[in-house]
């Protein structure tokens, strides 16, 4: 592999992990808090698709993404209703909210657009160049999405470590108890939090039409918000480690992709799936000794 | 008191269809679809003659099987949500089992065949097992993450070692004669009768034997089943193994019943729609078998549906899911509270 080829590798990393990026830092404020969003897959698949039709209907992206942010949000309220309002048992809840996501895309999809069977296409956020086009700045050729989801890194490291809202999280999602005594507002700490994941999960759906791609399929997350999920263990419930799940798994993708390209002989299926095996092998390593926030997926009620 | 909980059990999940039959034709109705007719032809498509009813019932064996699956596990405590690739793996492992053993005398390869389904399914839910009592992995990330890995092992079995020798199509060779299941014209098949007799078999293994009283003492406090001795562990991993094995027979019935070949997109998401069918079934056997076959009709009809009304058959997702939620409201602490509040116990205590 020559260096530009490592460059271009970087590079396509960067753009593959960012849908997971936004995800998995949302999921991170999510469960730091103590709720457990087994949705954020059909939370991504919201974004994507609402990000499409945002973006088609007013042909700008950035629209688009706010349709993405919007839809997500309002998906996450229907989790924050359930969790926090009924005391509901996250798994089944978040599992209710992937089949919600998907039925709703489906139907609303061909509601809108019909029974085509071409691909319809939306504007998409254009690679902005940072410095010059020399090789080793192909990683700094990305759409704004990619570094809006590399800036949030450190403000979502700095809002949890070193302010008192992510203090009152972080003890939101360790003992909620003994953070209701000192008059933090669990409920309220747990519905803000599930909002910002879905958001997150959202505008990283919105990538995937938007910026990844330019199209609407259904069922396009495909999974990766599954994978978030498993970033966010990868990476302890820290920013930074989330920040390397994330390039680990673009970077898994992307050598998918570019193995492909060269024609190595190896199966498409089996290339396809890397990712999930690579998941799992993650999971089965860091799983062992991580530190999950202790109130993770409990009700209130146990 | 126990007839008035009995029946609770009976009418909260049907107040639960009820209320997600409502909601979900809300969504229509925004989705600019007439709601009534769509669901007329729903009902016509699942109920309407004897087609529609035998595409119901062969559209309820997979759900009744898998859904088996989904509520002896969570019945344990384990989050299975991987009775998808399960199901993938047995429908797999019997279609290449079908093709080693078919020359064998005709009454042993049904038999192998669909044994060779039961074991993948269980070594595939043994993975997730494993690791999670192990590793301490979620089995419900590792579950979903073997259910993508096994729809890519199908897609690679059929583009490879299992295609069809014509080469053509994605799909394997149509099994040999002698390890299809029989089945009448309609192409109701034998799958429906074995399904039906695992849910007595379920029942009495989860409420009658040991092995299902240690299974619903994990699912219900593992802590205490440890201090009792339990081994909760184990408990999990046989009812993992049992879970994967129904799952595993499901996708074996599926092929050698119906489809008579694998193919990629070989299973509709039967496996997902088996944790709506364990929900509203309240984890209990003789409940899957109603919950199946109200799924089963919802899936048979939602066909129907998208050719009459124009509806996309993916609409019965949004039923599905607002089944559970409005189970999960049925079920929220907040209810049992007010419940609890209005009892003539506590009434009286109040009284006194």
């Known amino acids: 592999m020559t260096v530009d080829a490592v460059f271009v590798l970087v590079a396509s990393a960067l753009a593959l992990g960012t849908p997971l990026l936004f995800a998995a830092l949302g999921e991170l404020v999510s469960e730091r808090a103590g709720v457990l969003n087994i949705g954020v897959e059909g939370v991504m698949l919201t974004g994507a698709f609402a990000g499409f039709l945002g973006c088609w209907t007013t042909g700008s992206p950035v629209v688009g993404m706010a349709a993405a942010g919007a839809a997500a949000m309002l998906l996450g309220l229907v989790l924050a209703i359930w969790v926090v309002g009924f005391d509901a048992d996250q798994v089944v809840a978040g599992a209710a909210l992937n089949i919600l996501a998907l039925g709703v895309t489906g139907v609303a999809y061909r509601a809108v657009f019909g029974v085509t069977g071409a691909a319809l296409t939306v504007p998409t956020f254009q690679p902005l160049a940072i410095g010059g086009d020399m090789p080793w700045l192909a990683p700094f050729r990305q759409p704004l999405p990619v570094y809006a989801a590399l800036a949030l890194v450190p403000l979502v490291w700095v809002v949890l470590a070193r302010t008192r809202l992510g203090l009152a999280l972080r003890a939101v999602g360790e003992a909620p108890d003994a953070a209701a005594s000192l008059g933090i507002r669990v409920g309220a700490m747990r519905v803000g939090a599930i909002l910002v994941a879905a958001l997150l999960a959202g505008i990283g759906g919105g990538c995937l039409s938007l910026a990844y791609s330019n199209t609407f399929v259904e069922g396009m997350s495909a999974g990766r918000g599954f994978i978030a999920l498993a970033i966010v263990v990868f990476g302890r419930w820290r920013p930074l480690g989330i920040l390397a799940g994330a390039l680990l798994f673009g970077a898994a993708s992307a050598g998918q992709f570019q193995l492909q390209a060269a024609g190595v002989a190896v199966s498409y299926h089996l290339l396809l799936m890397l990712p999930y095996v690579l998941t799992l092998a993650v999971l089965a390593f860091a799983s062992g000794t991580a530190t999950a926030p202790a109130a993770l997926g409990r009700r209130r009620a146990e | ?352």
Request: aromatic share 6%; glycine share 10%.
């Open chain 2, 1 to 352: 008191m126990r007839i008035a909980a009995r029946l609770r059990a009976l009418v909260v999940p049907m107040a639960a269809c009820i209320a997600a039959v409502l909601a979900s034709s809300m969504i229509l109705l925004a989705a600019g679809a007439d709601p009534l007719h769509a669901l007329g032809t729903l009902v016509a498509g699942a109920l309407g003659d004897r087609f529609a009813l035998a595409d119901t019932l062969i559209k309820t064996c997979p759900l009744l099987l898998t859904g088996l699956a989904v509520a002896i596990a969570f019945r344990s405590g384990v989050w299975n949500i991987g009775a998808e690739g399960q199901l993938l793996m047995g429908a797999l492992a019997a279609t290449a089992a079908a093709s080693l053993v078919g020359a064998l005398p005709a009454a042993l390869v049904v038999p192998l065949t669909l044994a060779a389904g039961v074991a993948a399914g269980a070594c595939w839910a043994a993975i997730a097992a494993v690791l999670k009592v192990r590793r301490n992995v979620s089995e419900v990330i590792a579950t979903i993450m073997l259910n993508f890995v096994a729809a890519r092992l199908v897609g690679f079995a059929v583009h490879g070692p299992l295609m069809e020798s014509a080469a053509r199509y994605p799909q394997s060779d149509p099994l040999p004669a002698a390890a299809r299941l029989p089945a009448t014209t309609d192409g109701l098949h034998m799958g429906i009768l074995l399904a039906l007799l695992l849910v007595p078999a379920a029942w009495f293994v989860l409420y009658r034997s040991q092995l299902g009283f240690r299974w619903r003492a994990t699912g219900d406090n593992p802590e205490a089943t440890r201090i009792a001795g339990l081994a909760p562990d184990h408990a999990m991993l046989a009812a993992m193994l049992v879970s994967g094995g129904l799952a595993g027979l499901a996708g074996a019935v599926e092929v050698t019943g119906l489809t008579g070949r694998l193919f990629e997109q070989f299973s509709g998401g039967q496996g997902y729609t088996a944790i709506a069918v364990a929900l509203l079934a309240r984890l209990h056997p003789v409940g899957v078998a109603a919950s199946a076959l109200f799924f089963g009709a919802l899936a048979a009809g939602s066909g129907a549906m998208q050719r009459s009304a124009g509806v996309p058959a993916v609409f019965v997702a949004i039923v599905q899911a607002t089944v559970i939620l409005a189970l999960l409201v049925a079920d929220s602490p907040w209810l049992a509270r007010a419940r609890i509040k209005t009892s003539p116990a506590a009434r009286s205590a109040e009284a006194a």
